[in-house]
């Protein structure tokens, strides 16, 4: 079948809305309807550089669709389901699903070239192969995704808020709650506030943290953040390191959350300032390039004051149970998905939604397919 998406044919350019052949569903195969999807700053990242990747790639990884037609053995999904994708496929079966660590599954190893663990690329441009990004591809009115990367959902749920469980809701979420391990009592920074970090803010104050400091730049981003449960917001992590060390008596932040739109040495060594002793820094961040993320670690204070420095994929999540849950949880008027989308976009206005984000004038933009 013939569909239309946005391509990204080399590195610094803008998206491309171009005419796509879809293949069939093969084995393990779906194809889906998209609905809506998230303007995420990882597809960003993908537009300065995409390492280990290829180009041309169809954009989008934060989606959420109908389920057109099933390949041979697929059991997950039926035509006619509502479905969120996971951008992090998971089989469920690989050494890492069966510990409980579906967010580095090892069906996820060709995420960077949108290849499917079949094999399989979902689309094609003049008859050449061409890949989504992480196996998605949530840009295009239609794709085919693995089974894996289809988390079926109610139909009753909307899907247009459903389409943030794919990614941002989840990432901000659980590196919090999971990757961050917030309890009862404690005191939490959470650097950038766009829409991971906003979901960093809701997972914290949902584990109990008594203090949840919000670190961003843009006014409105700290407003906002302060309804979802951010106790205080301010506007640099050096106001931050004080604020902690005084909210905590003294000893500073238990768990800093880095969910900056780029990632930097700078941002790591001033997240880093905000810590306590025994606190856990949680690196969600992602630089355009992985050499423009690197920070340095000093060896003396973590030894010393036991510092852990925890990288997080999804907010250590598994799909397949945390989006259910967060579903539930906002049904139940525990967690906040309405609000977070700020605007709405075609998929003609896509370059605009993205510099919309760059002017810190969203926290959540969708793209609405159709």
Known sequence: MRTTGAVLFEPETDY???????????????????????????DEHMRHAN??????????????????????????????????TSFLPACGHCRY?????????????????????TGTFPFRLDGEPVGGFCMVGAFARHTVLHEFSCVRIDAHVPLD??????????????????A??????????????????????????????LHVIG??????????????????????????????????????ADVVVVTVGKMSGEVYA?????????GTLVLTALADRPADGMGTINGQLTTVFEHRVQGTLFGHCNPFSDIPRLLRMHEEGRLELDRLITRRYSLDELTQGYRDQAAGETVRGLLVHG
């Open 16 to 42: 491309r809305v171009v005419d796509l052949e879809v293949v069939d569903p093969g084995p393990g195969e779906v194809l889906v309807e998209m609905a809506y999807a998230g303007l995420c700053h990882s």
């Open 51 to 84: 390492p280990g990747g290829a180009y041309p790639i169809v954009g989008g990884h934060e989606g959420s669709g109908v389920v057109l037609a099933v390949g041979p053995g697929v059991t997950r999904v039926a035509p006619g389901d509502h479905i969120v």
């Open 97 to 117: 699903c069966a510990t409980g660590r579906s967010s580095i599954c090892d069906a996820g190893a060709t995420i960077a070239t949108g290849q499917l663990p």
């Open 161 to 178: 808020t459903a389409a943030l469980l794919a990614c941002s809701v989840p990432t901000g979420w659980g590196s919090s709650v999971y």
């Open 180 to 209: 961050g391990g917030v309890a009862p009592g404690d005191t939490v920074v959470v650097v950038g506030l766009g829409g991971v970090g906003v979901n960093a803010v809701q997972g914290a104050a949902h584990a109990g943290a």
């Open 215 to 252: 670190v961003d730049p843009v006014e409105m981003k700290r407003s906002f953040a302060e309804t979802l449960g951010a106790t205080h917001t301010v506007a640099d992590v050096a106001e931050a390191a004080g604020l902690a060390r005084e909210l905590s008596r003294g000893t500073g």
């Open 270 to 278: 001033g997240a880093s300032r905000c810590l306590g002793k025994g």
